[in-house]
């Protein structure tokens, strides 16, 4: 009854859209995402106190990061990246978090780490794009062998619960390799967020990636820049 009034009566008056216009002038929204993509999560879990994330390339505790506004309301999880050096800020900055100095791939061993420098968004296992930045910046990068281990291992390793909050995958082109290593019968996130390198947004029907997620019951639900959403359907 009293939304029903709120509709007919308050929502249709002057008064209610000058409210709305100052509410949303003065309202900002802090986002520390490349893209403004760290806004729509926070949204999404936006009736969430706590949860759990688990962010595979995370580079930095707050420059880029996709988890680091949830990290401010409470939540705490898993960063991974292949570079030590990359992690010692999340040590400092992030008390609550587990930070684990690995690449994520679709099997255990070791891999060809190709670095640009420390810090560098750039840094990838995938030698296809490597090279096509060497090109483009006019810069070589350095090859360090590192380990590898499966998403699906290194979640039972660290008894992360099958229906964990949150997925970030950003690893500049091995995000496919990322995903064929996670059993999604076993693990099924709420959200994946993951980039698909396409020219348009058309081709990400096309990539593997869709397919595989597609496959294995998540649905797209939103896309920033090359950072597409999936949810389980």
């Known amino acids: 009854m009293l939304a029903s009034f709120k509709k007919k009566f308050i929502k249709t008056s002057l008064i209610y859209y000058i409210y709305r216009y100052f509410k949303y002038k003065f309202k900002s929204f802090t986002s520390y995402g490349g893209s403004g993509e760290d806004i729509f999560i926070s949204k999404f879990f936006r009736n969430f106190k706590k949860g759990f994330y688990v962010d595979i ?52 061993g070791s891999i060809n780490a190709y670095l640009f420098e420390v810090g560098s968004g750039l840094n990838t296992n995938h030698l296809k794009n490597a090279t096509e930045w ?15 281990n499966t998403l699906t291992n290194i979640l039972k390793n660290n008894k992360v619960i099958k229906d964990f909050d949150f997925l970030n995958i950003d690893v500049e082109g ?11 019968k076993k693990f099924r996130p709420k959200l994946i967020s993951i980039e698909i390198h396409v020219l348009k947004t058309k081709d990400i029907f096309r990539s593997n990636i869709f397919k595989y997620l597609s496959k294995n019951n998540y649905e797209l639900v939103s896309q920033y ?9």
């Open 134 to 148: 060497k090109h483009k910046i006019n810069k070589n990068f350095m090859i360090r062998k590192v380990r590898k």
């Open 225 to 233: 820049k090359q950072t597409s959403f999936f949810t389980p359907k």
């Open 57 to 108: 390339g995370a580079l930095h505790p707050i420059n880029g990061s996709l988890t680091y506004l949830l990290y401010k309301k409470g939540w705490n999880g898993i960063n991974i990246d292949m570079m030590q050096e990359n992690l010692r800020l999340f040590d400092i900055f992030r008390k609550r978090d587990k930070n684990l100095d690995i690449a994520v791939s679709s099997s255990k």
């Open 174 to 184: 091995h995000e496919f390799d990322v995903l064929k290593g996670l059993n999604l």
